[in-house]
C-alpha cells in the first residue's frame, strides 16, 4: 500500500486482491483520499480501502443468481457509493442534480457503464419475491438472538414446530408470497384447522401454536425485512377449553408397580435412572438428561443435584435450582455418578420410556406418561404440607410473590423429601 499526491490530491494506490479479478478489470487502484494534507490521508486510508472491499464484495454478490442475495448486494452496493438504496420509480422522482450525481458515479471503464453498479445506484434490481418457504429461510437468521444459548436438542425443538407450521401452511394453501397472503387465505387455514379440531384429531391449544407459530415467522421477517405489509393475522385463535394436563402417578402405582422387583428390568439401564431419579426430584427429563459428573454431587452430608445451564438453556430463570437427592433416587445417580451421555444431547428419552412403560402395562391410565412423575412429586409434597416456597424452588416454578432470603436450606429441604421419598 502507497499514498502519492496526483495533482494537489493525495491517493491510496493498491494492488487488487485475486478475488476481485471478476468484477474488476484493474490489477491497481488509485483511491482519492480528497485531501491535500498527508497526515489527514493517512488516518483516511484504511476506511477508503475497506469501503473499496465492501463495494467489490457487493459486486461478486450482486452477480448471483439468488434474488435475494443480488437485492441485498444492491443496497450495499448503493451504501458503499454514498447513496441510499432506492428502486427506479423512485429515483426518477429525485430531484434532477440527484439523478445526475447518481449517473456520474457509475464506474465506466472504456466508456462503458459497469452494469452492477449502474443497477444498484439507478434501482433496477427488482425487490425479491418472499415466498413463505423462503420466509423461513430467512427467519433462522433474523431470529438468531432466540437460539442464544440453546444446545444443539434445544435448538431443533426450538425449530420444528416452525417448520411444522409453515409446511402445514403450504401444504393447505400453498407457497405464496407472503405479499400476497389474503384474509382468506388465513380464513381459510383456520377452517383447516376447525376441521381438524371437530373431528377429534388435534386440540384448540395445537391449532393455536401452529397459528402462533406461523405468525412469528411471518411477522418477523416482515419487520426484520422492513417489508411494510400489513399481514392478516388478527383474530384466528382457537377458545381453548380446560387444559388437559397429565395426572400424577399414585404412591400406590408407584410403590407396587413401578418399583415392584424386576418391572422395570426390560429398560436400558440409563433411561432406568433417569426415570428413578425423577421420581424423588420431579425434574423435567430434559433437566436430568442434561446433569454432568459437576452437577451431581454425591459427596457430603447432603447428595444433591443441580440444575444449571450448562451447555443448555434453561426452561425460565427459575428453573436453576439445587434438589437434594434421597431414597431410589439418590441410589440412581450412584449408579450414574456422571450423569447420562446416552441422552444428554437426544431428544428420545420421553418416547423411550413411555413405549416401554405402555407395552409393559406400567401406566396408571391412558393418559399418564414419564411426566406424570413430576406431577406426583408435587401432589406428594402438596399432601405432606411442604410450604409454597419450597415445592416452588424445588421444582423451578416462579413464585406469585417476591423472593425475599434465600429460602430453605438444603439440610431442610432433604428431610422434607425424605418423609415423602420411595
Excluded at 89 to 110: C, F, H, L, S, Y
Excluded at 159 to 187: H, S
Excluded at 279 to 301: F, H, K, Q, V, W
Excluded at 376 to 393: N, Q, T
Amino acid at each position: 500500500m502507497s499514498i502519492a499526491k496526483r495533482g494537489s490530491t493525495f491517493h491510496l494506490r493498491r494492488r487488487v486482491p485475486r478475488r476481485y479479478s471478476g468484477v474488476e478489470p484493474r490489477e491497481t487502484v488509485w483511491i482519492s483520499l480528497h485531501t491535500d494534507s498527508e497526515t489527514v490521508a493517512h488516518s483516511k486510508a484504511d476506511r477508503a480501502w475497506s469501503q473499496m472491499i465492501e463495494a467489490w464484495e457487493a459486486r461478486l454478490a450482486g452477480n448471483s443468481t439468488d434474488a435475494e442475495t443480488r437485492y441485498e448486494a444492491a443496497r450495499d452496493l448503493a451504501q458503499a457509493r454514498g447513496f441510499r438504496y432506492l428502486d427506479a420509480g423512485n429515483v426518477a422522482k429525485q430531484p434532477v442534480e440527484d439523478v445526475v450525481e447518481r449517473v456520474e458515479a457509475i464506474p465506466a471503464p472504456a466508456n462503458q457503464p459497469d452494469p452492477v453498479e449502474a443497477a444498484a445506484l439507478l434501482g433496477t434490481v427488482p425487490e425479491p419475491r418472499i415466498t413463505v418457504t423462503k420466509a423461513l429461510q430467512l427467519y433462522w437468521t433474523l431470529a438468531r438472538e432466540k437460539t442464544f444459548g440453546k444446545s444443539e436438542d434445544q435448538l431443533r425443538r426450538w425449530q420444528a414446530p416452525r417448520k411444522k407450521a409453515v409446511k402445514n401452511f403450504v401444504a393447505v394453501i400453498g407457497d405464496k408470497e407472503i405479499a400476497n397472503i389474503t384474509r382468506d387465505d388465513m380464513l381459510d387455514f383456520r377452517q383447516h384447522w376447525l376441521d381438524r379440531i371437530e373431528a377429534g384429531e388435534v386440540t384448540a391449544n395445537s391449532a393455536n401454536k401452529d397459528l402462533i407459530h406461523l405468525g412469528d415467522v411471518l411477522k418477523t421477517v416482515n419487520t426484520m425485512k422492513r417489508l411494510g405489509l400489513s399481514l392478516p393475522l388478527g383474530e384466528l385463535s382457537f377458545k381453548e377449553g380446560e387444559a388437559r394436563t397429565r395426572p400424577p402417578f399414585s404412591e400406590e402405582w408407584i410403590a407396587q408397580r413401578l418399583l415392584a422387583p424386576s418391572a422395570l428390568a426390560g429398560l436400558n439401564d440409563e433411561a432406568r435412572g433417569l426415570l428413578l431419579g425423577m421420581i424423588n426430584t420431579g425434574y423435567r427429563p430434559s433437566e436430568g438428561a442434561a446433569l454432568t459428573a459437576d452437577t451431581i454431587r454425591l459427596e457430603g452430608d447432603i447428595p444433591h443435584i443441580s440444575i444449571e445451564p450448562t451447555g443448555r438453556q434453561l426452561k425460565s430463570q427459575y428453573a436453576r435450582r439445587v434438589i437434594p437427592l434421597v431414597g431410589v433416587s439418590l441410589a440412581a445417580f450412584k449408579e450414574f455418578p456422571e450423569g447420562f451421555p446416552r441422552y444428554r444431547d437426544s431428544a428420545t428419552l420421553s418416547a423411550t420410556v413411555n413405549k416401554f412403560l405402555r407395552a409393559n402395562g406400567l401406566l396408571e391410565t391412558p393418559r399418564h406418561s414419564f411426566y406424570s412423575l413430576r406431577h406426583s412429586f408435587e401432589d406428594r409434597m402438596l399432601a405432606a404440607g411442604i410450604d409454597d416456597r419450597i415445592r416452588r424452588d424445588l421444582f423451578g416454578h416462579r413464585l406469585d410473590r417476591e423472593r425475599y432470603g434465600k429460602g430453605a436450606s438444603l439440610e431442610h429441604v432433604a428431610e422434607l423429601v425424605r418423609g415423602i421419598a420411595f
